[in-house]
């Protein structure tokens, strides 16, 4: 069965810190997502990654950063979060074609105090 | 860039009644649509796509959705729907040649089946 674990479920963090998301897939996908999903927004990308060590900007990077340091696993960073970065974070993986289904993991609700 | 219009915010309907969620996109390439389905505190997972070939698609769980190229729709459709079907359905499109397109979203519908 595919699967995107990310590692938290809930996480709450104070204004300023440093945060890290996690995600890893174990479908061998080139693709690796990051979005953002807030309500009445939708699913907003923040980052992508087609390829280790590659990344391109989604709609909204402003606020963070990615690491894809090894295939299956894609790394979200909010270098001082901030209240208005409190959402749910998704993460997702494909394979690399424009046709390929998006496998999601679980989301990580983040709350900044 | 392509982008995704989900006519409905929210839908309510009654139990075993016929249900339609619209969804628009804009694109200037050859498009390849989806609509997926996110239940409460779940992530989301695949209902069907338009790769090419038939504008007809059928999906998982009874849904199926009909591509319209003239008028630019991807209409997802339930003859029945059931209590179990309330979730938030989201409208996808992904464009181009290449591998690294991205996927974009639109706002999604909630769908509300009541008894």
């Known amino acids: 069965d595919v699967k995107v674990t990310q590692s938290s479920r809930y996480l709450v963090k104070r204004t300023g810190e440093k945060v890290f998301l996690e995600c890893v897939q174990d479908m061998d996908h080139e693709n690796m997502f990051w979005y953002r999903q807030d309500p009445g927004l939708g699913l907003r990308l923040i980052y992508f990654s087609y390829d280790v060590k590659m990344k391109e900007k989604g709609d909204i990077p402003e606020g963070y950063s990615v690491s894809r340091e090894k295939k299956e696993r894609f790394s979200l960073i909010l270098e001082s979060a901030s209240t208005n970065q409190t959402s749910m974070y998704l993460c997702?993986?494909?394979?690399?074609?424009?046709?390929?289904?998006?496998?999601f993991g679980q989301g990580t609700r983040l709350t900044v105090v | 860039a392509q982008s995704v219009t989900q006519l409905d915010s929210q839908v309510p309907v009654f139990e075993e009644a016929p249900v339609e969620l619209r969804c628009n996109y804009s694109?200037?390439?050859?498009?390849?649509l989806f609509w997926y389905v996110q239940y409460p505190n779940q992530g989301l997972q695949l209902l069907l796509k338009y790769l090419s070939g038939s504008t007809l698609v059928k999906g998982i769980n009874g849904f199926e959705a009909e591509f319209n190229k003239s008028q630019t729709s991807f209409h997802l459709r339930k003859p029945s729907v059931h209590i179990s079907d309330t979730a938030e359905y989201f409208c996808a499109v992904s464009a181009g040649q290449g591998g690294s397109e991205k996927l974009v979203f639109g706002k999604g519908t909630k769908l509300t089946v009541n008894p």
């Open positions: 997702a993986s494909s394979l690399y074609s424009p046709w390929g289904e998006a496998f």
């Open positions: 694109s200037s390439v050859s498009v390849y």
